[in-house]
């Protein structure tokens, strides 16, 4: 099929719920893409924050080709080697104690709810099973973490949503302490917000909204599903804020371009969780983990984060450089990064697409890169050279 029939035939038979761009890749290296025209794209996305490891890594590949060869699932009634080898290096990462598998963002931020509210079941009774989270935030798209998501936009359509979610803004700390009673099992919150806008949560909110979790015994939840597995530079973004969480969630970036999502818990709550509380057919997938293990080993070293962080600093400092007037501010940690502009970003990223580069918006004004942890300093170059020339014209456009 040429790509006038691909995308008729997605337009015929696939429900129409993304805007999709105009590009059906063919194959693809590193942080550069091919289409099935052969037109080349420079990737500032990883998807969406998934391909930690770029395209058909060498290392990845043969990874899930092996786990592939022998088997790819069992079901969750036996042992999978892969599962718990993942499981043990999650959490001698992340200090935590134990961790439940499921296969997406969405799901391990369900699961973290779920347990928190269990938590404080077990504890306290009925009625204390208000989870807070921040004004702009993003927690995925089931009917729950819809409810959890922090944006009107998200509560639309599907009534009723889950009960038992409150939204404070981040960063003030009055607000929160007043939108805390005695219903309140959970605060969570992404430690950098990816589809709000890449905005900062910072440093002295988080320390108090921690000290106000341990005088109430309110569980302290990350959602790291964008931010984590290497993505800012430290494993775990909130790693940065040094406090201890109890719960944290990661998904995006884990499996490298499989679906895997996990929330791991601290040693407070690593127990909650019994038999038949809860589950997942294909949870813990064991080629999903053997591909996350690749991931987990490549990127979490002292050598890679160095990397990371230099890579991010290279992209952010050669933006500011551009010293274009349609570039308001640009922020973030590693290699997630925003691009606050005063032109319409949407018109960035498809006048990008037609000039050979992928990149992503967020909230109202941003520009977001994403790039596979792994690009290339070349990859790096060519697709500064296209991004400023796009910044450059839609600025002027505006
Ligand atoms: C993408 C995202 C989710 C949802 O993940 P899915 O895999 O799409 O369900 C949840 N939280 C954050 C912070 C995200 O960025």
């Not at 429900?15 to 990737?43: C, N, Q, W």
Request: net charge negative; hydrophobic share 40%.
């Amino acid at each position: 099929m040429n790509t006038d029939k691909i995308m008729s035939a997605d337009a015929a038979h696939i429900m129409h719920t993304y805007g999709r761009l105009p590009v059906v890749p063919s194959h693809g290296k590193s942080a550069t893409l091919f289409d099935i025209e052969g037109k080349k794209y420079i990737d500032f996305t990883s998807g969406i924050g998934v391909n930690s490891l770029g395209f058909a890594d060498k290392g990845w590949c043969d990874a899930v080709t092996s786990q592939a060869e022998k088997f790819a699932h069992v079901s969750n009634y036996y042992y999978c080697e892969t599962a718990s080898l993942l499981a043990e290096k999650l959490t001698a990462l992340t200090g935590l104690k134990k961790v439940f598998f499921a296969n997406s963002g969405a799901e391990a931020n369900e699961g973290a709810i779920k347990l928190a509210r269990k938590y404080s079941f077990d504890k306290y009774g009925a009625g204390r099973h208000t989870v807070i989270t921040l004004t702009d935030s993003f927690h995925g798209r089931t009917v729950t973490t819809l409810s959890a998501t922090g944006q009107d936009k998200f509560h639309n359509y599907f009534f009723p949503f889950t009960d038992g979610f409150r939204f404070s803004p981040a960063n003030d700390i009055d607000a929160l302490k007043a939108a805390v009673d005695d219903t309140v099992c959970a605060i969570m919150m992404e430690p950098i917000q990816g589809e709000g806008g890449v905005n900062i949560v910072k440093d002295d909110f988080v320390k108090a909204v921690k000290d106000i979790c341990d005088e109430k015994d309110i569980l302290l939840i990350f959602d790291e599903v964008q931010t984590g597995v290497s993505r800012t530079g430290k494993f775990l973004a909130s790693q940065y804020f040094c406090v201890d969480a109890d719960i944290v969630t990661l998904a995006k970036g884990l499996g490298g371009g499989l679906p895997i999502g996990a929330f791991l818990a601290g040693s407070k709550c690593a127990e909650t969780l019994c038999p038949g509380d809860h589950g997942s057919t294909f949870g813990g997938n064991p080629v999903s983990c053997a591909a996350a293990c690749e991931v987990v080993d490549r990127l979490s070293g002292e050598e890679a984060m160095n990397e990371i962080l230099e890579k991010g600093k290279y992209i952010s400092d050669a933006v500011r450089s551009f010293g274009l007037s349609s570039v308001v501010e640009v922020r973030g940690k590693g290699l997630m990064i925003g691009i606050q502009v005063n032109c319409d970003p949407k018109l960035c990223l498809t006048e990008a697409v037609k000039n050979g580069l992928l990149i992503l918006t967020a909230g109202k004004d941003v520009v977001r890169l994403l790039p596979p942890l792994t690009i290339t300093f070349p990859e790096i170059d060519e697709g500064l050279t296209i991004l400023k020339k796009i910044l450059t014209s839609t600025g002027e456009e505006k």
